[in-house]
């Protein structure tokens, strides 16, 4: 019979000191985040401003600092001089249908690369990860003559499907699964009879749900706020919401109000995605944070 030795004192002293407390924030991390929360909403409310008055109020050698009173009049020109409307319903197309879509072939390609066995899984694997390296200014052009030459020119098909898996996302949900995602748990699985299918819909899916709300965020802003290509791919008359903005700044003298006005309109939706998701993203960082 064996008898493990007692800890020496130090040790168990070191190990009760701070057991069970919690951190307090002092007054210099208060006045840090205040600060932060100041300069991270700054340049949204100065959105809100000069979008509620006129050129010459926001141009001025003392510019305004509370909102004023031609809000709704300056989001109606913006919406009426860049046709906002169908510019809104296009990115909500093309930013929904990008990232369902890369939600659910990166989902599929992590476990993939994380759990199953195959030949060639290290080197897919890198060769996924070195197409981040590739700037993607170098496939404009080749990609502009794939899709003209489909007949997708200027139509949103153009932006949608050059975008659907991303492989960014492909590595970051392998990585996340790799450490959520238990090889006994799937082995117990086949073991009953569930093939790959109903592996992916009863076990991979309810544990890869924090990280795909994390994707799925960044996937949306990213649709949603890209520029470039839209503006190589899509007509002024079939625009997303940040080219249409673009048409607003085009103009040699543009009204810099206006523009405001229709940049508010821009934030709005992203501003709504986060309050309604906001509690399951912060809770799939947090979950992605504590692994290991």
Request: with cysteine; hydrophobic share 50%; charged share 10%.
């Amino acid at each position: 019979m064996t008898t493990t030795s007692p800890a020496p004192r130090a040790e168990r002293g070191r190990l009760r000191v701070g057991a069970g407390r919690q951190l307090h924030a002092g007054p210099f991390t208060y006045a840090a985040l205040v600060v932060a929360g100041i300069l991270s909403i700054l340049p949204l409310y100065w959105t809100l401003v000069a979008a509620s008055h006129t050129q010459n109020e926001v141009l001025a050698l003392t510019p305004p600092l509370l909102p004023g009173g031609r809000l709704f009049h300056n989001i109606a020109t913006a919406w009426q001089q860049a046709n906002l409307g169908k510019a809104i319903v296009n990115s909500v197309v093309v930013s929904g249908c990008i990232t369902a879509a890369t939600l659910f072939f990166c989902t599929l390609a992590g476990y993939a690369f994380a759990k199953m066995r195959f030949r060639g899984r290290g080197w897919l694997m890198t060769a996924v990860i070195a197409t981040l390296t590739i700037p993607p200014q170098l496939s404009v052009v080749p990609l502009f003559m794939m899709m003209s030459d489909i007949g997708w020119g200027g139509h949103l098909e153009s932006v949608i499907f050059p975008t659907l898996v991303s492989a960014f996302g492909v590595f970051f949900m392998r990585q996340y699964l790799l450490e959520a995602l238990p090889y006994e748990l799937v082995e117990a699985a086949k073991v009953d009879g569930a093939n790959n299918f109903r592996i992916v819909r009863s076990i991979v899916l309810p544990v890869a749900r924090p990280a795909m709300m994390v994707l799925g965020m960044l996937t949306f802003v990213q649709a949603w706020n890209d520029f470039f290509w839209p503006y190589l791919a899509l007509s002024q008359q079939n625009p997303t919401l940040q080219v249409a903005l673009g048409q607003l700044s085009a103009s040699y003298t543009p009204d810099q109000s206006i523009v405001m006005a229709g940049a508010l309109i821009s934030a709005l939706p992203l501003l709504a995605v986060f309050v309604v998701f906001g509690k399951q993203i912060v809770g799939g960082i947090m979950s992605g944070a504590v692994k290991g």
